[in-house]
């Protein structure tokens, strides 16, 4: 409270000297920061009051409110790790609980519904059943559940007691027993009341505290007494026996409980409760099965469209766990490992043409000079395919090109051309008005900065030849020579470029135009037809093998067409067959799709689904829980917690 009336005094100082200066949004933002800061300074003495209130909670074996005081802390501090850790942890306690006690209770049942004919199975379903109960009740001795199926499995042992001691009986007491109990109902029958408690104390004292004997004097004690109290209970006993065969389980059932409110111990009521209670329950839990199963088998083919094959399977194997033989899902399950083998082949197959066609359009590009559209096409190339060295290589060949050509023209993109245009209108206004010395001194001031500039190139040879023709006989030489050497290494595009500039300025240069013919003849001929006896028997040897498949015949191809690629790498078909080759082996497995990272926000939400699925399991309210880790599940598919606690959930409900 002082903490909270000094803001309020510091909010009404502020307000009195500045509401002049600022407005009231800004008041608003301060006064909500002042809040802020005071509900952070609370919050660990908050918490650390939850948290004690959630131990004294669990240490009582109280595991649901322990739960629910510890998501209470997450609701102020989300990113508590610690507190998550004892959620998790106690949420595993319950389950196993949880676990234990349905077992105990299945097993009760199953160990009724045999007695009195099997004994022995009977004895065995008690000992699952009690083994089950310690387990749970050392974990939470105050379920109330625990309490009354405690008193049932004390009932059910002495039962079964009583029933393993007549079968040790002699067979003559045996005989007897069983004589004596056809008499006692049949005097019950003929409403000889008084004769048929005689019976029943004889039967218990030949068996004592056998549970039938005990039963029926107690029911004859009820004639007695109460005549009319008793003739409405066989009435009722009747018609509910009548109605429970007409399968009119409601109405049998409501007979059977007007039964337990006249005679609460009535052990026939009892039973049929017991056996109409199971008989609704699955029918009930079967049409919930139903619409679950139908759930998952729905998601499982909207999963199958989009090809989240592994997210169909569970769906599938969900929907067989709810209902075996649910429609075709079993044939939808078989069939997954077929579709999802022929969708990676297609994927496979898909990567490789788009890798095929990305890298023949930079080839394309890069022979007739778009180092541009190259350079984008191998990278394309190189997304699809990062470890595809020939496109790494040629990427590298184009980014070189491309520089060249950027020093030979400076056009409007380069971020020099305000600088080189202004020289390059300056030399040609000097180179004509004659005044070749200052014409050059534009060129070199061009030529320093790119020493491949084309037009700086031209004129500086253009001012020497007016000059002095030894001096651009000899620099003329220098770029002659160099269109030689690209000549050599088959870079005729190159080669040519070189001889075309010289024969711009000098067409009678010696043996210029032979040059430039001879450029022109061999990019023609470049390719298979060019390519001597030797190569042209590698290339058919290489494409048979290629064509007949398989990893040994496509390893030695592409040997063979190395060999060629590198002695005639302006042949683009062959480096098309090798990238082909290589990007096949390479993804002869197809790769694993990439898990989508989820968002802030998304893994925001897989938390808050993921602990309200926690909150409504520790309420015992499953089928909420389910909904709420299916909800994690539809963000993150990979979630195994989720999973496994929506399986752990439909163990509970008995599916």
């Not at 595993?92 to 077992?103: A, N, V």
Request: glycine share 2%; aromatic share 10%.
């Amino acid at each position: 409270m002082k903490i909270r009336k000094n803001i309020k005094y510091i909010v009404l100082q502020y307000l009195c000297t500045s509401c002049q200066r600022i407005g009231v949004i800004l008041f608003i933002i301060l006064f909500s920061q002042l809040m802020t800061t005071v509900a952070i300074s609370q919050n660990p003495n908050t918490i650390a009051e939850i948290n004690k209130r959630a131990q004294e909670y669990y240490d009582k074996k109280e595991l649901s409110k322990a739960i629910i005081e510890w998501l209470k802390i997450l609701e102020i501090d989300p990113n508590n790790e610690e507190v998550q850790r004892k959620i998790e942890l106690v949420y595993e306690e319950k389950h196993k609980k949880d676990i234990s006690l349905q077992r105990a209770k299945l097993y009760y049942r199953l160990s009724r519904k045999v007695l009195p004919d099997n004994v022995e199975n009977a004895k065995n379903n008690s000992k699952i059943a009690i083994e089950n109960f310690i387990i749970a009740y050392r974990m939470d001795p105050n379920d109330p559940e625990l309490q009354v199926l405690r008193e049932d499995l004390k009932l059910l042992d002495n039962e079964i007691k009583l029933e393993l001691a007549k079968k040790r009986m002699a067979e003559e007491i045996k005989k007897k027993y069983y004589v004596l109990l056809e008499d006692a109902n049949k005097l019950m029958l003929e409403k000889q009341y008084e004769d048929a408690i005689k019976i029943w104390d004889e039967i218990l004292r030949l068996v004592p505290l056998d549970t039938v004997a005990l039963e029926g004097k107690r029911q004859a004690e009820l004639a007695i007494s109460n005549r009319l109290k008793y003739e409405k209970i066989i009435m009722l006993i009747a018609s509910g026996e009548e109605l429970f065969k007409q399968e009119k389980y409601i109405d049998s059932r409501n007979e059977f409980l007007q039964v337990l409110n006249l005679d609460a111990k009535n052990r026939v009521a009892k039973d049929y409760i017991s056996k109409i209670d199971d008989i609704l329950e699955e029918k009930r839990t079967y049409e919930q099965r139903r619409i679950q199963a139908e759930q998952f088998y729905v998601a499982g083919i909207n999963n199958l469209k989009t090809y989240e094959f592994d997210q169909a399977k569970d769906n599938f194997e969900n929907a067989l766990a709810l209902i075996d033989n649910y429609k075709d899902a079993k044939a939808q399950l078989e069939a997954i490992p077929r579709l999802k083998k022929d969708y990676e082949e297609q994927q496979r197959l898909l990567k490789l043409q788009k890798i095929d066609k990305t890298f023949q359009e930079g080839l394309l590009a890069l022979t007739e000079g778009r180092y541009r559209d190259a350079i984008a096409a191998f990278q394309a190339t190189l997304t699809l395919d990062p470890k595809n060295e020939l496109a790494k290589r040629y990427l590298s060949t184009a980014l070189d090109a491309l520089r060249v050509q950027e020093e030979e023209v400076v056009d409007e993109n380069n971020p020099y051309y305000s600088i080189v245009q202004p020289l390059i209108e300056s030399g040609k206004r000097l180179y004509n008005q004659g005044n070749y010395d200052e014409s050059r001194k534009q060129w070199q001031k061009i030529l320093n900065l790119f020493p491949q500039n084309r037009i700086a190139t031209e004129y500086l040879l253009r001012c020497d030849l007016a000059q002095n023709p030894e001096s651009f006989k000899k620099f003329a030489d220098n770029i002659v020579n160099e269109g030689k050497k690209y000549l050599a290494d088959r870079k005729f595009n190159e080669a040519y470029r070189k001889f075309e500039l010289i024969a711009s300025i000098d067409p009678q240069y010696p043996e210029i135009q032979n040059l430039m013919a001879l450029s022109r003849v061999e990019k023609k001929k470049a390719g298979f037809e060019g390519t001597d006896e030797d190569f042209r028997r590698r290339y058919n040897v290489a494409m048979q093998m290629y064509q007949q498949g398989g990893k040994n015949n496509l390893q030695k191809a592409l040997a063979e067409f190395r060999v060629i690629n590198n002695k005639y790498p302006e042949y683009i078909q062959v480096a098309i067959i090798i990238n082909k080759i290589e990007s096949q082996l390479r993804f002869e497995v197809t790769e694993e799709r990439e898990v989508k990272k989820l968002t802030p926000r998304q893994q925001e939400l897989v938390r808050e689904y993921y602990f309200k699925g926690i909150n409504y399991y520790s309420n015992n309210q499953f089928e909420l829980a389910i909904t709420e880790w299916r909800k994690v599940l539809a963000i993150d598919p990979t979630h195994e917690k989720a999973k496994n606690n929506i399986k752990k959930c439909l163990i509970l409900l008995g599916r």
